[in-house]
């Protein structure tokens, strides 16, 4: 079956502007995560959406912003960039929420979405 | 500060020879993740370990976790150039507050030279 997909695979960006990225996840699977990956950073987890609900959200922004459908596809949108917002984005898609207490629940990633904003 | 350390940050080995990597836990460890990443794409899932004392392989790479310690080990065996790239630890629980928000190691970039 296919894998999570992400699009677009690259986005050059001017500070200030808007930009919203996308994520399929496979099919079936309803939570979908998204993570920024920088250098400085590492990787860092922005937020969590699982039946179209956001369930738990990283440390960032309120710049930062995502959204689920009901075919469990989610965007995330981030608004008035900045310099600082350039990285690879990922994406990754699990069966079950990934919080949930009782135990881990294996995720599978994109390729990502490297946003350069200049 | 970091909650999951990674040693070493970067490890460079001659095709052949067996290595570790080691992730550290400042929290107790309810489950880890172990992915592997070339660079600037996705991360592709290696193995998850759920409870103390357990240990999983996948051809030659094996990982373990060590609850008490509050640590995690990936050991590959007979090294080749295939597994060259960014190892990342990862939890998604530390404790119940932060149940949640997946956390990772800052990755430890294999090389592994012909």
């Known amino acids: 079956k296919a894998g999570v997909t992400q699009t677009p695979r690259y986005l050059i960006k001017t500070r200030g502007q808007q930009v919203t990225l996308s994520c399929s996840p496979i099919?079936?699977?309803?939570?979908v995560s998204w993570y920024q990956q920088t250098p400085g950073q590492g990787l860092q987890f922005l937020f969590e959406y699982f039946s179209e609900t956001q369930r738990n959200k990283g440390n960032f922004p309120g710049r930062f912003s995502g959204r689920q459908f009901s075919n469990s596809r989610s965007e995330m949108n981030v608004s008035t960039l900045e310099l600082g917002d350039s990285a690879l984005y990922l994406c990754?898609?699990?069966?079950?929420?990934?919080?949930?207490?009782?135990?881990?629940?294996?995720?599978?990633f994109g390729q990502g979405t490297r946003l350069t904003v200049v | 500060s970091q909650e999951l350390e990674q040693s070493p940050q970067s490890l460079i080995v001659q095709e052949g020879k067996n290595l570790t990597i080691n992730c550290t836990s400042s929290?107790?460890?309810?489950?880890l993740y172990w992915y592997k990443q070339k660079y600037g794409e996705g991360l592709i899932f290696l193995m998850m370990?759920?409870?103390?004392?357990e240990e999983k392989s996948h051809e030659k790479i094996t990982a373990k976790l060590d609850e008490k310690k509050q640590q995690s080990s990936l050991h590959i065996t007979a090294s080749q150039p295939s597994h060259a790239g960014i190892y990342l630890c990862?939890?998604?629980?530390?404790?119940?507050?932060?149940?949640?928000?997946?956390?990772f190691g800052d990755g430890t970039t294999l090389t592994v030279k012909p």
């Open positions: 929290k107790t460890l309810y489950g």
């Open positions: 370990l759920q409870k103390g004392g």
């Open positions: 990754a898609s699990s069966l079950a929420l990934m919080a949930a207490l009782k135990g881990n629940t294996e995720a599978f």
């Open positions: 099919s079936g699977h309803r939570s």
């Open positions: 990862g939890a998604d629980k530390l404790d119940l507050l932060s149940a949640g928000k997946s956390t």
